[in-house]
């Protein structure tokens, strides 16, 4: 009886173990196995998947548009002959014009009226004023004399300006080259033309009110002042007659520093003010030149700049257009191509040698 609880003891181990053995070696299903087989399948079929579409797959391409961007900065300076322009010059995106400023005591005055009404119809921000350019002709040169009349001509057409919509009433252009440099001094119409603008602002009130200055007296109004003129701007070329230097860099630097950024702009720029054939016969040099200007007008601050002008006038050939009505170079590579060029984010998806092209 004594061996009778040992050898129970020890068929209750051998059935534990056998049943431990059992839940070891459990035999997984077939169909599970398959299963398992199918899923490998799968994974190494995805892999290689992402193998081969990373492979067609390029970086993206920062491809350059060449567009052209125009600094909208940039106004366009006409004469009435060029009416029959101002679309082509509003779609282009010269949005302001500087019209004329004509002779106060020539039929040329009425005439450019026409013209002014025209624009500012089409949606342009017209720039106007009157003048005493004497064109070598006594009867407009400036006098202590006549003065009091060309006065009464600044105010009167400052009241026209304001009837008819004119964005920019202008007291004149470059009148220190109209006077008699006797009874009418250099620093005589500078005083006068500051007293005129304190009447002119309480006429003229839709928008600002500037001068054109001659740049060889720009010296003159940095040191007097600007007084009630809101902006004292100036017309300045590289050069003219063969005479070409950098002159021009420190007059719109001295420009700025004594007006500041919105107290001044270029009523009228270019290579030259004799004619551009005289700043080089090539308009790739012409093109490549004017850029240079434009980038340092907008490197100094200044936020417009009126190019002049439209179209060759006579034998002064410093036109977009020329005489023979084609487009000089420096339209398209120039001035049509002054701001930043645009790019475009393209990526390559399938051949390499496919490319589509993202909206921009």
């Known amino acids: 009886m004594r061996y009778t609880g040992l050898i129970i003891l020890l068929v209750l181990c051998l059935t534990l173990l056998l049943l431990t053995g059992c839940i070891v070696n459990t035999v997984i299903p077939e169909t599970a196995i398959g299963n398992l087989g199918n899923q490998e399948d799968i994974n190494q079929s995805s892999n290689n998947s992402q193998n081969s579409s990373a492979g067609s797959v390029e970086e993206p391409v920062i491809e350059n548009t060449e567009e052209p961007v125009m600094w909208s900065g940039l106004g366009m300076g006409l004469f009435l002959s060029d009416e029959s322009y101002i679309d082509t ?43 005493s350019n004497d064109f070598n002709n006594p009867d407009y040169t400036i006098t202590a004399e006549n003065w ?5 001509a600044i105010l009167d057409n400052a009241q026209w300006a304001q ?24 620093a005589q119409i500078i005083t006068n033309l500051k007293s005129v603008a304190t009447n002119v602002k309480a006429i003229f009130t839709r928008g600002n009110i500037s001068y054109s200055c001659a740049v060889a007296f720009m010296d003159d109004w940095i040191s007097e002042g600007k007084g009630d003129i809101d902006i004292l701007a100036c017309n300045i070329y590289c050069g003219g007659d063969d005479q070409y230097n950098d002159d021009w860099k420190t007059r719109i630097t001295n420009l700025v520093n004594a007006f500041g950024v919105n107290g001044t702009y270029l009523t009228e720029f270019n290579l030259s003010g004799t004619s551009l ?15 240079e200007m434009i980038d340092y007008i907008k490197a100094s601050g200044i936020t417009r700049a009126l190019y002049f002008m439209w179209k060759d006038d006579g034998d002064a050939h410093y ?15 120039a001035l049509l191509n002054t701001g930043p060029v645009k790019s475009t984010t393209v990526l390559a998806t399938a051949k390499p040698d496919t490319i589509a092209l993202m909206p921009k």
């Open 277 to 291: 054939e005289d700043y080089s016969t090539d308009e790739e040099v012409q093109a490549t030149a004017l850029t």
């Open 163 to 186: 009837d008819n919509g004119v964005f920019e009433f202008q007291l004149g252009n470059e009148e220190e080259l109209h006077i008699d440099g006797t009874t009418m001094t250099v």
């Open 319 to 333: 036109g977009v257009v020329k005489a023979d009505e084609t487009y000089r170079l420096l339209w398209n590579q």
């Open 89 to 131: 010059m509003l779609a282009n995106g010269f949005e302001q014009l500087r019209i004329d400023i004509p002779n106060y005591q020539a039929t040329w005055l009425e005439q450019s009226k026409a013209v002014v009404i025209t624009a500012i119809s089409k949606g342009a921000e017209v720039i106007w004023g009157v003048s």
């Open 148 to 152: 009091a009349t060309y006065r009464q």
